[in-house]
């Protein structure tokens, strides 16, 4: 059976969470006490167990003055003892009856890893979001570097438009910045010249590379968090690799899918 989840599911749905995703149990945690909500949570259970889960979190993207609605599937997830027998598969036909239900013109992911892209293909979606890894490259003396805090979102989200341009992307509110600060908290930095933000950083765990690192300092914002050997995600360039993968669900969302001349980005959704 499948069903939207419930309070009671809490426990399960975290030891889910944390077999599928091990090394999270701090943000885990954090998801599923301000994130999680019944109504963009499904289960497949049997015989009384949930087996596997799905999580349909909106979001909305944009290319250039277009706008569109999409689910972002996260933390799509079966219990080890019940992989092989195709409960991801319909809870992700559930989830699109539901997106359309509730108007979405796509359904979005990030993969766990590059295997899941086959996976993915099998339900209609395409690997079409792509990042691009950018090299530290040693400061030039003229950068500091600071960490981020709530009084430079304006400057963060113009950075991020600015490296977006020409590309579907996600659409980031004032709302939305707060919680990426308090996500990436001690591990959000931006660069400065003078008194101008010219670039940030949200760096990984473990602080060797940056989830993402955008603007025209962010190469030498990423040497002076990193070392020589650090790099960041970007959108991607040339050598860009897939990232996620979009499976429009409406003949409007097809009709956008045609109109890309610069691969789509999708990052920093809880990834």
Request: glycine share 10%; proline share 3%; hydrophobic share 40%.
């Given at each position: 059976m499948i069903?939207?989840t419930?309070?009671?599911?809490?426990a399960?749905?975290?030891?889910?969470y944390n077999e599928?995703?091990?090394?999270?149990?701090a943000f885990?945690?954090?998801f599923?006490?301000?994130?999680?909500s019944?109504?963009?949570a499904m289960v497949?259970?049997?015989?009384g167990e949930i087996c596997?889960?799905v999580?349909?979190l909106?979001v909305?993207?944009?290319?250039?003055?277009i706008?569109a609605a999409?689910?972002y599937?996260y933390?799509?997830?079966?219990?080890e003892?019940?992989?092989g027998k195709?409960?991801?598969g319909q809870?992700?036909q559930?989830s699109?009856?539901?997106?359309l239900?509730?108007?979405y013109?796509?359904?979005v992911?990030i993969?766990?890893?590059d295997?899941l892209?086959?996976?993915?293909?099998?339900f209609?979606y395409?690997?079409?979001f792509?990042?691009s890894r950018?090299?530290a490259?040693k400061?030039?003396g003229?950068?500091s570097?600071?960490a981020?805090n709530p009084?430079?979102?304006?400057?963060?989200?113009?950075?991020?438009?600015?490296?977006?341009?020409?590309?579907?992307?996600?659409?980031?509110s004032?709302?939305?910045?707060?919680?990426?600060?308090a996500e990436?908290d001690?591990?959000a930095?931006v660069a400065?010249?003078g008194e101008?933000?010219?670039?940030y950083?949200?760096l990984?765990?473990g602080?060797?590379s940056?989830?993402?690192?955008?603007?025209?300092d962010?190469?030498m914002?990423t040497?002076?968090?990193?070392?020589?050997?650090g790099?960041?995600l970007s959108?991607?360039?040339?050598?860009?690799?897939?990232?996620?993968?979009?499976?429009?669900?409406t003949?409007?969302?097809?009709?956008?899918?045609k109109?890309?001349r610069l691969?789509?980005?999708?990052?920093?959704?809880?990834?």
């Amino acid at each position: 059976m499948i069903r939207f989840t419930q309070d009671k599911d809490k426990a399960r749905l975290i030891g889910i969470y944390n077999e599928c995703f091990p090394g999270e149990e701090a943000f885990c945690r954090s998801f599923f006490d301000t994130i999680w909500s019944n109504d963009t949570a499904m289960v497949l259970e049997e015989e009384g167990e949930i087996c596997a889960m799905v999580h349909m979190l909106p979001v909305e993207l944009q290319v250039g003055h277009i706008k569109a609605a999409a689910t972002y599937i996260y933390a799509a997830a079966t219990a080890e003892k019940h992989r092989g027998k195709g409960y991801m598969g319909q809870l992700l036909q559930a989830s699109f009856a539901v997106s359309l239900e509730r108007g979405y013109d796509f359904s979005v992911l990030i993969t766990q890893n590059d295997g899941l892209f086959a996976f993915y293909a099998r339900f209609g979606y395409s690997s079409d979001f792509a990042v691009s890894r950018i090299a530290a490259s040693k400061p030039d003396g003229g950068m500091s570097a600071r960490a981020a805090n709530p009084a430079d979102i304006a400057s963060l989200n113009a950075i991020y438009q600015q490296g977006v341009a020409g590309r579907m992307h996600p659409v980031r509110s004032a709302e939305r910045w707060r919680e990426i600060l308090a996500e990436f908290d001690g591990r959000a930095y931006v660069a400065i010249r003078g008194e101008t933000i010219t670039a940030y950083c949200m760096l990984a765990d473990g602080g060797s590379s940056a989830t993402e690192g955008m603007g025209s300092d962010a190469g030498m914002l990423t040497y002076a968090l990193c070392g020589e050997d650090g790099w960041c995600l970007s959108p991607a360039g040339e050598d860009g690799r897939p990232f996620g993968c979009i499976k429009a669900l409406t003949y409007r969302g097809e009709e956008l899918l045609k109109g890309f001349r610069l691969p789509p980005y999708l990052n920093l959704l809880y990834n």
